[in-house]
């Protein structure tokens, strides 16, 4: 009997005021966001496989680990290798798995991940609870990581939305024209440089380079595969991006004070039926290859609780 349930699992959609959002099964994926009809991240078909990590949510790590290999209070452990030509492990294990439906209302839905059981890469009793709520403001996404088990366990977290540059376009060069109509504003100091694997291995001032995102820039010709850190923080504790498109939609997230980085990509050279039509926007906890370095990375204890929070608004010039 041929199943009717689209490859991305279950779709849960929730709606509040103008805006509506959609998330998979699979992943806890965020696949759609929109705003008074307008896509703010760019959507994807639920019946193919995901083009482009959309949406993911980056359990129990963030971005990439070099080698796929770990040592943890003493142990260490190997990830599988997802970039064979990078040799590295990329954006955790949570996407691989269908979530399950914890509680859901019309504005509101919660899914629920349990790290399977796996003595060779990530062996602790972790689980994952992410709930998405429609406001009046727009998306709240809280994410906490539990500590079911009896020893500590590794944990960072981030999301990976590509957000919509306006337009549904196919293919590397009409996005990226779309895209350098586009401006973007990151509120961060420093600079995270990397290696050819994309592993980072140092930091610079922001300070009179193309990195510095601090006022309102527009992309232009400007490529990004680049993690920001030391953010501007408002009172509250949130550091934040604005995404603003030449139809005068912005889309701004803010990331509440348990995220140390951002992670921007502009998708220069992929290939067509994997770019999509916008820039990737990533809020972190840890910024890559935190669960070799200890940079940023969280201890949960057994039975602990750490909960991170970010949120989506839209506004029209």
């Known amino acids: 009997m041929t199943s009717t349930t689209p490859l991305t699992g279950e779709q849960y959609t929730i709606r509040h005021g ?24 760019a959507p994807f078909d ?40 990078r040799d590295t492990s990329l954006h955790g ?17 919660t899914l629920v991940w349990r790290n399977a059981a796996d003595a060779v890469s990530y062996p602790f009793k972790v689980r994952a609870r992410v709930r998405y709520t429609l406001t009046d403001d727009g998306l709240e996404l809280s994410m906490t990581g539990i500590n079911d088990g009896t020893v500590d366990a590794p944990w960072a977290f981030g999301i990976h939305p590509w957000l919509s540059n306006g337009k549904n376009l196919y293919g590397n060069d009409p996005i990226l024209e779309q895209n350098a109509k586009c401006s973007l504003r990151l509120g961060a100091r420093t600079h995270v440089t990397v290696d050819g694997n994309l592993v980072p291995n140092g930091t610079e001032s922001v300070e009179n380079t193309r990195f510095d995102l601090r006022h309102t820039t527009v992309l232009g010709d400007l490529v990004f595969d680049d993690a920001w850190t030391d953010v501007d923080r408002d009172e509250d504790g949130y550091s934040s991006a ?20 951002w992670q921007v990509c502009t998708g220069t050279g992929f290939p067509a039926e994997s770019h999509p039509s916008g820039v990737a926007v990533e809020p972190m906890t840890a910024y890559a290859n935190a669960f070799r370095t200890g940079k940023d990375l969280v201890t949960l204890r057994p039975g602990q609780e750490y909960t991170s929070v970010i949120r989506f608004s839209a506004t029209k010039d």
């Open 18 to 41: 103008d805006y509506e959002a959609t998330v998979c099964e699979q992943g806890a994926i965020l696949r759609v966001l929109r705003w008074q009809g307008t896509d703010l991240i």
């Open 46 to 85: 639920p019946d193919k496989p995901v083009p482009c990590c959309n949406g993911y949510m980056l359990v129990p790590y963030p971005n990439r680990i070099e080698g796929g290999r770990y040592t943890f209070e003493g142990r260490t452990y190997q990830f599988p290798i997802d970039e064979p030509d």
């Open 93 to 109: 294990t949570g996407y691989r798995s269908f979530w399950v439906c914890e509680s859901k209302s019309d504005d509101s839905v």
């Open 242 to 261: 604005t995404f603003t498109r030449p139809d005068g939609v912005s889309l701004t997230l803010r990331a509440d004070r348990t995220f140390n980085a």
